[in-house]
Nanobody, 125 residues
Framework: QVQLVESGGGLAQAGGSLRLSCAAS????????IGWFRQAPGKEREFVAA????????YHADSVKGRFTISREITKYTVYLQMNSLKPEDTAVYYC??????????????????WGQGTQVTVSS
């Protein structure tokens, strides 16, 4: 299984930006589709964005469309989540996850096999 480590979280003001990174171990990184999810206190974990194995296809949740962008750099075994125009409601722990079952994008968290430990994002108003 691939191991995932998120970084880049922190405190931002509303309207600001952060870039999250998801670093993967192993030479089979290109065999996995990657997703970003988030979980706010007292809420269920929700889908944010996903990218296919090749990076050619991406999918973003309506709540972040136009503000967040997922991308991957296969040679660096890393997936990024660029977050712009942040809102207080974006405050959550953000997780990246990997699935080998899907070649394209996947929004169902039950389809993911490996998860990172999460990184906290806090947006102040």
């Amino acid at each position: 299984q691939v191991q995932l480590v998120e970084s880049g979280g922190g405190l931002a003001q509303a309207g600001g930006s952060l870039r999250l990174s998801c670093a993967a171990s192993g030479r089979t990184f290109s065999n996995y589709a990657i997703g970003w999810f988030r979980q706010a206190p007292g809420k269920e974990r929700e889908f944010v964005a996903a990218i296919s194995r090749s990076g050619a296809d991406t999918y973003h949740a309506d709540s972040v469309k136009g503000r967040f962008t997922i991308s991957r750099e296969i040679t660096k075994y890393t997936v990024y989540l660029q977050m712009n125009s942040l809102k207080p409601e974006d405050t959550a722990v953000y997780y990246c996850a990997a699935t080998w079952r899907q070649r394209g994008v996947e929004y169902d968290l039950r389809k993911y096999d490996s998860w990172g430990q999460g990184t906290q994002v806090t947006v102040s108003s």
